[in-house]
């Protein structure tokens, strides 16, 4: 019993030693991880602190057998330790190799062996304590890294420059692609640049295009107007149009003479509509004409009614009068004198249908122009066209049209002939102007 007692306190004392002790003190980092001599090294601080931590245990041991047993040597499993001046056997590894015979021999465990030799050549029998800068394997050697052979510090060395070299040409290159990049983008914009403004250069405005289109027209109605453009005044109007391009210019054709007849048989307007078939009522003594397909819409007292009221009407239209009330009512009756006559489509001979409607649309349009005013438009023609006595230039028709600002209006049914006549006489006189004094003249 006093003997587990013993060994219990013995135990708990030497614990209380090893907490106490100092810790080991830590190695030394080296970058390149710890050589067999490093480790070396190690073993013998381990060892030293080992024996350290025994000699105090041993210490504390005696201070208690002195305590309780009036002696510091009651150890029973170690009775020979003199505890005055302890031994311990040395603590062995298997880094530490036995002593060789001879002490120039290189072993592999020994800081002079190759690899790790801090002395000269492990071949050469020289003091091995003594560092030779020009050992292949000495770690201090510039040229030398004991894990990778000779010249591997350096080896090294030279790859993290290499790999500097080559990150910061990387970056330059990418700088270099980069502006090429914005030079490509650059150049790509330039051309699109010289694209646009091509397109631009290349294609007619809208001036451009209708003037072009203007030139066409007008050289189709000076050749192949369309009958229908020359009744209802188009052709005229768009040669008296070009016409006016060329004031106070006198051409070197030969005056082109209309007679008074075909004169007074164009209508002339300030709008749209001319008098008409009404122009002759002036005198109050005229008479329609009126179509053989009106006899189922129109009978001979309607007739009278209607021609009384067309005579006052035109005659104070050119006293510069009109009877507004009057107009209305002519027409009122006039259209309803159109819707009966489209009811009777299918009781009347189309030829006689077409001519009768005309008629009537044509009166409608006389109507129409008396209440704007535009009897006194015809009426100062028509003194234009007696004071000609017999006749007028063509060249005389339009520099009076164009100086009062008359257009010609549609013509009716018995001015057609006086209409194509007119159209071909100005279209001679238009192209003999441009030819001389156009934009193509030469």
């Not at 006093?2 to 970058?31: D, I, K, N, W």
């Not at 591997?152 to 790859?159: F, H, K, P, R, T």
């Not at 391009?245 to 307007?269: M, Y």
């Not at 008359?406 to 007119?422: K, Q």
Request: proline share 8%; with cysteine.
């Amino acid at each position: 019993m006093r003997l587990s007692t013993q060994a219990l306190v013995a135990a708990g004392l030497f614990l209380l030693a090893l907490a106490y002790c100092p810790a080991p003190v830590s190695a030394q980092f080296y970058p390149y991880g710890p050589t067999p001599a490093m480790q070396y090294a190690r073993m013998q601080q381990a060892q030293a602190a080992w024996i350290q931590q025994q000699y105090m245990a041993n210490m504390q041991l005696q201070t208690y057998n002195q305590a309780y047993y009036g002696t510091p040597y009651p150890n029973l499993y170690y009775p020979n330790y003199n505890y005055a001046a302890p031994y311990y056997p040395a603590y062995t590894t298997p880094y530490v190799p036995p002593v060789a015979a001879n002490p120039y021999v290189a072993t592999p465990y020994v800081p002079s062996a190759p690899g790790y030799g801090v002395g000269s050549n492990p071949y050469a029998a020289v003091d091995p304590t003594v560092a030779n800068p020009y050992n292949p394997y000495n770690p201090y050697n510039p040229y030398n890294n004991p894990y990778y052979g000779a010249g591997s510090v350096l080896s090294g060395g030279a790859d993290l420059m290499r790999a500097y070299g080559q990150t910061v040409n990387t970056i330059e290159q990418a700088r270099i692609t980069r502006e090429l990049a914005q030079q490509a983008k650059l150049d790509t914009k330039k051309k699109r640049f010289d694209l646009e403004m091509y397109i631009k250069a290349n294609t007619p405005s809208y001036t451009e295009e209708q003037e072009k289109n203007a030139k066409l027209t007008l050289r189709r109605l000076q050749a192949n107007s369309l009958p229908g453009e020359i009744s209802n005044g188009k052709s005229l109007n768009y040669l008296l149009k070009d016409l006016a391009k060329f004031p106070g210019k006198k051409t070197a054709l030969e005056p082109i003479i209309l007679t008074e007849d075909t004169l007074s048989s164009l209508n002339v307007t300030k709008s749209i509509y001319g008098v008409g078939l009404l122009r002759d009522f002036r005198d109050g003594t005229s008479k329609l004409v009126f179509p053989g397909g009106l006899d189922e819409v129109l009978n001979p007292a309607a007739r009278q009614k209607l021609e009384k009221q067309l005579q006052v009407l035109v005659k104070e239209a050119y006293a510069n009068r009109i009877d507004q009330n009057l107009a209305k009512e002519v027409q009122g009756d006039l259209d309803r004198y159109r819707e009966e006559l489209v009811k009777k489509v299918n009781d009347i001979p189309t030829p006689q249908y077409l001519e009768a409607k005309r008629f009537l649309q044509e009166l409608a349009e006389g109507t129409r122009a008396l209440r704007q005013g535009e009897a006194l438009a015809q009426a100062k023609y028509q003194r234009w066209v007696e004071d000609g006595k017999g006749g007028r230039s063509v060249q005389e028709l339009a520099d009076f049209m164009i100086r009062e600002g008359y257009i010609f209006g549609p013509a009716t049914a018995i001015d057609e002939g006086a209409y194509r006549a007119a159209h071909a006489a100005m279209a001679a006189y238009d192209i003999a102007m441009n030819a001389q004094f156009g934009p193509d003249a030469q």
